[in-house]
């Protein structure tokens, strides 16, 4: 984890669904002929994510995440998947961000990004090749 000062929001549940967007180009083809995000989507220093329980509050779905995005699918992990690898996550709803927005800081080693790569729920999945 990076020496960062902004501490874990523990308001912020380990049950919360903290949704990522996932771009063509980060996808990677499974034999059966469904896709996976590559470990890549799990490895930025400050990891953009959108936090359920804010958008519950603010009455959107989650797939409201994608509204400026055409062509990009949603996955999930939980705070508490994050947590297992002592990642702090804040809230960073501040304009110009999306008023559910968070990141889940550090950084990211193979093993945690791998990790949530196994773990991670589609919400939005791409189509099956």
Do not use: C
């Not at 110009?96 to 589609?122: T, Y």
């Amino acid at each position: 984890m990076a020496d960062d000062p902004r501490q874990d929001d523990l308001t912020i549940l380990d049950s919360d669904r903290l949704f990522r967007r996932v771009r063509q180009n980060q996808l990677i083809a499974e034999p059966d002929g469904s896709q996976r995000p590559s470990s890549a989507v799990f490895k930025t220093t400050e990891l953009s994510v959108n936090i359920e329980s804010l958008m519950i509050e603010q009455g959107r779905l989650p797939e409201d995440a994608l509204t400026r995005y055409p062509g990009e699918f949603l996955t999930s992990v939980t705070a508490g998947q994050v947590r297992a690898h002592k990642h702090p996550i804040v809230k960073d709803t501040e304009p110009p961000n999306d008023p559910a927005h968070g990141l889940v800081l550090g950084e990211k080693k193979g093993r945690f990004s791998n990790s949530m790569v196994r773990q991670h729920q589609w919400i939005v999945p791409p189509p099956i090749k």
